[in-house]
């Protein structure tokens, strides 16, 4: 793996595990599974982290970027508003691991909107100040 992409589901998070059906969604597309390696959802009270694809499958989340890359979708729309700095500072552990394990640099780290005319994942995710609270927080968590 090379490069990290994230995401957001376009859909609002409604404090219910909603990665089933974003899994049974793309498996009505025709995909063997959810397209995305990880997602961070809002489960009743608490963000949590969510397994899709297993690292050793291809992801099916960004056309022609595919291989070589771990797709993270942040389950809401980020079009409207910004994600919460929880949900954030939740997926930094995840994040850091996989570029530790990968030796991933943070410039590697890209929203889909740099590989698709799409505003994924999100106008409002600023993926500077995202990266920022990798490289920031990620030694604390």
Not at 39 to 66: M, P, V, W
Request: hydrophobic share 35%; proline share 4%.
């Amino acid at each position: 793996m090379k490069r990290i992409i994230i995401h957001h589901s376009l859909t609002k998070d409604s404090k219910t595990v909603s990665w089933g059906t974003i899994r049974k969604y793309h498996k009505s597309l025709g995909w063997g599974n959810i397209g995305y390696h990880f997602g961070i959802e809002l489960a009743r009270n608490d963000y949590e982290i969510f397994i899709g694809r297993t690292l050793d499958q291809k992801g099916c989340h960004t056309g022609s970027k595919n291989i070589g890359s771990i797709g993270i979708c942040f389950v809401g729309n980020y079009d409207d508003v910004a994600p919460p700095l929880e949900m954030l500072k939740t997926s930094i552990p995840l994040v850091r691991w996989l570029m530790k394990l990968y030796d991933i640099p943070i410039d590697e780290i890209y929203g889909h909107r740099n590989f698709a005319k799409k505003s994924c994942p999100g106008n409002r995710f600023d993926m500077d100040y995202y990266k920022e609270l990798i490289e920031t927080f990620g030694e604390q968590t």
